[in-house]
């Protein structure tokens, strides 16, 4: 009932740029915290950024200064520019967002399918 659909994943040049976004839809009641994790081959995945309801965030240490993730709460859309892209930023990334879909339920996560980020170098 609830769905995240990523976009904008692609092949790009080290010191290139992409912006990845995450759409939110179905039944909707809440959206906490809205994030993006990786997972690159042979690694766990990793949290990379995140931004409460509020407009808060955090990021990971490797990637301050580089990535700004923001979000639309009126498109329950969270987007992700990353500039300055490195080999070592190449992995499967996916949207992670904390939803309370009806107005006395928890609040569970879900995970988008997501999309591969590759950086050459």
């Known amino acids: 009932q609830v769905q995240l659909v990523e976009s904008g994943g692609g092949l790009v040049q080290a010191g290139g740029s992409l912006r990845l976004s995450c759409a939110a839809s179905g039944r909707l009641f809440s959206i906490n915290d809205m994030g993006w994790y990786r997972q690159a081959p042979g690694k766990q995945r990793e949290l990379v950024a995140v931004i409460t309801s509020g407009g808060d965030t955090n990021y990971k240490d490797s990637v301050k200064g580089r990535f700004t993730v923001s979000r639309d709460n009126a498109k329950n859309t969270v987007y992700l520019q990353m500039n300055s892209l490195k080999p070592e930023d190449t992995a499967v990334y996916y949207c992670?967002?904390?939803?309370?879909?009806?107005?006395?339920?928890?609040?569970?996560?879900?995970w988008g399918q997501g999309t591969q980020v590759t950086v050459s170098s």
């Open positions: 992670n967002a904390e939803i309370r879909v009806f107005r006395f339920s928890t609040m569970n996560n879900y």
